[in-house]
């Protein structure tokens, strides 16, 4: 399939395929006239491109681990990686809560009615009104 079909297939553009095709995520073959022609299994590729991506990986790990999904086997290094990035998502997670709380704190200020003085710090706050 051309570069259009494939990019109307799994609702990406046709930039991302051929940035994908740059990394090296994903390959082709030309036509006598140069254009890209992709494989039908091409579109089960790039879902799996775009989970990665979404999962935070960069293109650079998502190149070294599709060989790896392929053979069925992730070795010890690759496996050390990924473990790299789920404690690197966990603190991004972790400061996304905090976010969250800091957030529910000024929300809380902003609604009650005269409750006092702001507080020096929001991480003051959590669960009650402390005024400083």
């Not at 086997?73 to 966990?90: F, S």
């Not at 009615?113 to 400083?132: F, K, M, R, S």
Request: charged share 25%; proline share 3%.
């Amino acid at each position: 399939m051309r570069i259009g079909e494939l990019a109307e297939r799994v609702g990406v553009s046709t930039r991302a395929l051929r940035y994908y095709e740059n990394q090296g995520l994903l390959s082709s073959s030309r036509t006598s006239g140069g254009q890209r022609v992709y494989a039908p299994v091409a579109a089960d590729r790039v879902r799996l491109i775009r989970e990665l991506y979404t999962a935070g990986l960069s293109s650079t790990l998502i190149a070294d681990l599709l060989p790896a999904i392929d053979d069925k086997h992730i070795g010890p290094a690759l496996l050390a990686r990924l473990l790299e990035e789920r404690a690197r998502t966990a603190t991004k997670v972790a400061e996304l809560q905090a976010a969250e709380l800091r957030l529910d704190t000024l929300i809380r200020l902003a609604t009650s009615a005269g409750n006092g003085a702001c507080p020096t710090t929001l991480d003051q706050t959590h669960g009650e009104n402390t005024a400083a």
